[in-house]
């Protein structure tokens, strides 16, 4: 039995008639750029997300990237985020001109360590990039708390967590803002790049429209520079198909790391999450000391998987600069070693299910 990492043809089969439509629509109208899709698709977003406003844009990176630009972020200042995430998260900081700054994380859910964020704070920080990592908000009341006592801005990287929810708030509306990646393997995802602002804000949210057309309003009157930042028409057409199947999709992902939870809580490490949380399991990822034995067993037994992340950002050649060492945040190193991320797609049969977790045992016993 072959099971892949993810199968996007056993997502697309059941609405390829209503996604080509949707695309032909798109070509008849002509409206490749600006096209009413995404007017559209903003307000279910919005909606969905428990916000006022919601700004498509090119990609999830660009989502972070536009929304450090909108916050007047850049050359002396500092960011403060996870060690523990996609690059983007650290790159946009980098490439407005600031400084990353990283702190450690919690062991069980991944995700930044609240109680360590106070003391990296200088009189340089302007922002905290909290990451919901592998679709679980992270601990969003104390991150508020010392980001409003230190006059903070809190970006959510929420590109693995649409439709995740902190104590009853979804991901995207707890800080100033929220940041959505629509990548093809994302829980909800186009057919190519694009991505998502969301927020309360409703100064942010004009800047960020304004940014996102190169800072203009009206055309070719500048008074900010911005960049191209749009989402396609295409896109947003695609994403309008899936969205009304998300819910049901998150119910198959959930029910499927239950079923996972079961057979495997003994055997590896699984999945820890807030009772007060709501998972969406972008990933489903365990942990075990013999990581790399079990994923060549995996691998030999044509079962996909994927670590994220095998190299900490602070250990990543290109940030060398910052001057960090091995040892500097253990809990994000230990878990890079440790991690790996099986098949939880909805589409999974129970076959196919019970192939991985019997491979996943025979992996760490053998």
Known sequence: MKV????????????????????????????????????????KIAEYCQC???????SGTDAILISLMAMNIGQEDEVITTPFTFFATAG???????KPVFVDIDPKTYNINPVLLEEKITERTKAVIPVHIFGQT?????INTIAKKHNLYVIEDAAQAIGSEYKGKRAGSIGDVGCFSFFPSKNLGCC????????????LAEKIKILRAHGSKPKYYHKIIGGNFRIDTIQAAVILVKFPLL???????????????DRLMDVVGIPYVENYNRMIYNQYTIRTEN?????KYLNDSNIGNAIYYPVPLHLQECFAYLGYKEGDFSEAEKAAKEVISIPIYPELTDEQKDYVIEKVINGIRI
């Open 192 to 203: 190519g790049d694009g991505g998502m602002v969301t927020t309360n804000n409703e100064e």
């Open 92 to 98: 946009c900081i980098y490439r407005v001109g600031a």
């Open 247 to 261: 819910e049901k999709w998150h119910k198959g992902r959930q029910d499927n790391a239950e079923y996972y939870g």
């Open 4 to 43: 892949p990492m993810l199968d996007l043809n056993a997502q697309y089969e059941p609405i390829k008639e209503d996604v080509l439509q949707a695309m032909r629509d798109v070509f008849d109208s002509k409206r490749f750029i600006n096209g009413p899709q995404i007017a559209e698709l903003e307000e």
């Open 138 to 142: 992270a601990e969003m009341d104390k």
């Open 52 to 58: 006022k406003y919601a700004i498509g844009v090119s």
């Open 291 to 295: 990581r790399d034995k079990l994923q």
